[in-house]
T-cell receptor, first 113, second 110 residues
Framework: DTGVSQDPRHKITKRGQNVTFRCDPI?????LYWYRQTLGQGPEFLTY????????KSRLLSDRFSAERPKGSFSTLEIQRTEQGDSAMYLC???????????FGEGSRLTVL | RKEVEQDPGPFNVPEGATVAFNCTYS??????FFWYRQDCRKEPKLLMS???SGNEDGRFTAQLNRASQYISLLIRDSKLSDSATYLC???????????FGTGTSLTVIP
């Protein structure tokens, strides 16, 4: 399968714990995006990378969130000291530059108890 | 003000009907516009880009009105398989963020 893959698909954690999600983009894509989606809402932009450089980060993104793409290939999104409001689907997408076609993974669903 | 606003619906239409969705965007300098489709519990997928002159892909027609800052999607001869959420997406500048609307839910009824 050469699509975008995300791991884990589901994560249940207790409030205050740290969680990390991984995204493996399509190998030829140098842009990688993280979005968050809650029920009844569209995907909300979190951050994006071009190769290993994190070029934009949402103003809404708390300091508890950090993302990396160390070698310009896979990316990780870490949430520290999780809160119940962090419960959502975390979507990763990749693309070639200057195209509007984002290829999404199936997402990582986070539930914070 | 949100970057992109959509009527969330839901739209419930019979098979064969024509249905139209609209979406407005706030940044007049926005460059690129798209419609994505998201099936229940699945990831969004690109349905079509929206070009200034309007464009058609089979039963789907997308139009852009820059003066009024809205885009539209028209679906003709609705099929049961068209049931999904349709997301309006705007790229406000070149190749950076993509802002998604809340999505419009469509159910096509037999």
């Amino acid at each position: 399968d050469t699509g975008v893959s995300q791991d884990p698909r589901h994560k249940i954690t207790k409030r205050g714990q740290n969680v990390t999600f991984r995204c493996d983009p399509i190998s030829e894509h140098n842009r990688l995006y993280w979005y968050r989606q809650t029920l009844g809402q569209g995907p909300e932009f979190l951050t994006y990378f071009q190769n290993e450089a994190q070029l934009e980060k949402s103003r809404l993104l708390s300091d508890r969130f950090s993302a990396e793409r160390p070698k310009g290939s896979f990316s990780t999104l870490e949430i520290q000291r999780t809160e119940q409001g962090d419960s959502a689907m975390y979507l990763c997408a990749s693309s070639f530059p200057f195209t509007g076609e984002l290829f999404f993974g199936e997402g990582s669903r986070l539930t914070v108890l | 003000r949100k970057e992109v606003e959509q009527d969330p619906g839901p739209f419930n239409v019979p098979e064969g009907a024509t249905v139209a969705f609209n979406c407005t965007y706030s940044n007049s300098a926005s460059q690129s516009f798209f419609w994505y489709r998201q099936d229940c519990r699945k990831e969004p997928k690109l349905l079509m880009s929206v070009y200034s002159s309007g464009n058609e892909d089979g039963r789907f027609t997308a139009q852009l009105n820059r003066a009024s800052q809205y885009i539209s999607l028209l679906i003709r001869d609705s099929k049961l398989s068209d049931s999904a959420t349709y997301l309006c997406v705007v790229n406000p500048n070149t190749g950076n963020q993509f802002y998604f609307g809340t999505g419009t839910s469509l159910t096509v009824i037999p």
